[in-house]
């Protein structure tokens, strides 16, 4: 059942994720990738795998990269990322955490080496973005984002029968 829940977290995480975004957007805080994960995942059946975002962002995305764009992000990035909740006490042999609700957190802190060593440098900006344009603070925005998404998997997990 932990599978089961950590994915559906991992959902929901995302959720408060997309959240967090809106209400840094507000405060003028960028990652720097919006609308490119749409164009960066279709790009993937060009067996093109690496984009210049700074190019990208001049053009417009798409319907058809935004809809990609989302559903690669809830599915992949929200639910199978989620997946690594239960893979780690699996492989380690630890105890689930006394709280659930910590242990997302704690999670989803540890989820940011994805976004700075597999997301940015692929989309031209470098290793935790620090070659992003200088409209983004993407060190900035991530560290947030990704305690919503931590969040939203803790609180499932909280109050999942496991």
Known sequence: MLWFWSFI??????V????AVSL???AGISSGLEGLLGRWVIG??????????????LTPPTDIEIFVGKW????????VVALGYPLWFAVSGQALPVSPLFGGIIYGIATLPLAWFVQYPPFGF?????KAP????????????HLAYGLGLGLVLQFAPL
């Not at 690669?72 to 639910?79: A, D, E, L, N």
């Not at 470098?126 to 620090?130: F, L, S, T």
């Open 9 to 14: 977290g991992g959902l929901v995480g995302t």
């Open 16 to 19: 408060f994720m997309d959240f």
């Open 24 to 26: 840094l957007r507000r």
């Open 44 to 57: 993937f059946g060009f067996g093109r795998f690496v984009i210049d975002g700074h190019q990208e962002r």
């Open 72 to 79: 690669f992000h809830f599915v992949i990035g929200g639910g």
């Open 126 to 130: 470098g290793i935790c973005g620090r």
């Open 134 to 145: 200088a409209s983004a603070q993407p060190i900035f925005a991530t560290v947030p984002m």
